[in-house]
T-cell receptor
Framework: KQEVTQIPAALSVPEGENLVLNCSFTDSAIYNLQWFRQDPGKGLTSLLLIQSSQREQTSGRLNASLDKSSGRSTLYIAASQPGDSATYLCAVLFQSYGGATNKLIFGTGTLLAVQP | EAGVVQSPRYKIIEKKQPVAFWCNPISGHNTLYWYRQNLGQGPELLIRYENEEAVDDSQLPKDRFSAERLKGVDSTLKIQPAELGDSAVYLC???????????FGSGTRLTVV
């Protein structure tokens, strides 16, 4: 069974620090991987989408990498700010999951708190 | 461009009552998804539509949950009767193709008391 795991579950850092969030998945047969941000009580906001053929994507202070062979992705946040505080979710679109195709499977998220 | 629109934002009902959630996907997105997110967990897929056809409903508790996507645009998710364990956030998402990523709505937070 394919799984998506995120570590750490929670992270607290002082403002200005660079940080890395980790995501691992158990099957390399994926179409893409997407990082989302979720603020308390809100929906999901897409941050970065990495296709299976790509190694990384960048948007502003965010950089996401993908190593399909090892089943890992990292989200790097540079110069963190209190406004970055949220839950960050990794989601993998597996080619096949339990007999179904095109299934987006989420990790449980990393709760980030950036202290001013 | 309007995003994925969901309503209501919040709903509080007593157990055994029915409840319905509505979703309007991004215009032109053929694929629509309903996810359920329990507190502290990642979202889990309930049902996926390709146009008006439900192509993956293996995770939908069919004894009490139903969904429809008439005309392949808007969708409604219904629970009847609701149970205490149904309290969660119900998220709708849409995509144009598997390479374009998913866009999520703001979700409906359901509390069953």
């Amino acid at each position: 069974k394919q799984e998506v795991t995120q570590i750490p579950a929670a992270l607290s850092v002082p403002e200005g620090e660079n940080l890395v969030l980790n995501c691992s998945f158990t099957d390399s047969a994926i179409y893409n991987l997407q990082w989302f941000r979720q603020d308390p009580g809100k929906g999901l906001t897409s941050l970065l989408l990495i296709q299976s053929s790509q190694r990384e994507q960048t948007s502003g202070r965010l950089n996401a990498s993908l190593d399909k062979s090892s089943g890992r992705s990292t989200l790097y946040i540079a110069a963190s700010q209190p406004g970055d505080s949220a839950t960050y979710l990794c989601a993998v679109l597996f080619q096949s999951y339990g007999g179904a195709t095109n299934k987006l499977i989420f990790g449980t998220g990393t709760l980030l708190a950036v202290q001013p | 461009e309007a995003g994925v629109v969901q309503s209501p934002r919040y709903k509080i009902i007593e157990k055994k009552q029915p409840v319905a959630f509505w979703c309007n996907p991004i215009s032109g997105h053929n694929t629509l998804y309903w996810y359920r997110q329990n507190l502290g967990q990642g979202p889990e897929l309930l049902i996926r539509y390709e146009n008006e056809e439900a192509v993956d409903d293996s995770q939908l508790p069919k004894d009490r949950f139903s969904a429809e996507r008439l005309k392949g645009v808007d969708s409604t998710l219904k629970i009847q009767p609701a149970e205490l364990g149904d309290s969660a956030v119900y998220l709708c998402a849409s995509s144009s193709d598997r390479g374009s990523g998913y866009t999520f709505g703001s979700g409906t937070r359901l509390t069953v008391v």
